[in-house]
């Protein structure tokens, strides 16, 4: 495994010393020491670092108090305490998570506005082959599907 100082770290992740220092003080990201006193050295795994990278473009648009809620269902629910490898959707709703680790892609609303509770289904995946022969409804102002041939035809010079 690859490590890296505190000085990389902080290129590779795009971060500030600052930021690394609150993330190990919180807990969130906690590098590895090696060394003696005084000249300790602090190395973080690539995998830190892409956390890292990841709370930082969360942080572009959620308070670090969503983000560590987050952080808290995932472990809460034992799917890995981590960002780097989740599909989050953000929106003006909020925050889901589209979970793909299962038989069935599901998406599950974890914080939005006025959301107190946590990890809720938004809609549950439906097998296509449920519909059968009946015909699917399409919403109107869905987009119309253009045949390309008859484009052609439409467009030919005559």
């Known amino acids: 495994m690859d ?14 010393p600052g930021r690394l220092a609150y993330l190990e003080k919180t807990g ?6 090696t060394g003696q006193p005084p000249r300790l050295e602090v190395l973080y795994s690539w995998e830190q670092i ?17 983000i560590r809620k987050i952080l808290q269902y995932f472990d809460d629910h034992s ?36 959301c107190s509770s946590m990890g809720q289904f938004v809609l549950a ?8 022969s009946s015909q699917a409804i399409a919403p109107s102002n869905a987009p119309k599907v253009v045949n390309i041939e008859q484009f052609r035809q ?3 010079p005559r």
């Open 50 to 66: 892409l956390e890292i990278r990841a709370i930082s473009r969360l942080r572009q648009h959620l308070s670090f108090q969503t």
């Open 28 to 33: 969130i990201i906690v590098p590895q020491r």
């Open 79 to 114: 799917v890995g305490c981590t960002l780097r490898d989740k599909h989050l959707v953000i929106s003006s709703q909020g925050v889901s998570w589209v979970r793909s680790d299962t038989a069935a892609p599901q998406v599950i609303h974890l914080v939005g506005p006025g």
């Open 154 to 156: 439409k467009i030919r």
């Open 125 to 132: 995946p439906l097998d296509i082959s449920e519909l059968g």
């Open 3 to 16: 490590w890296f100082s505190r000085r990389h770290a902080v290129v590779l992740a795009r971060s500030s």
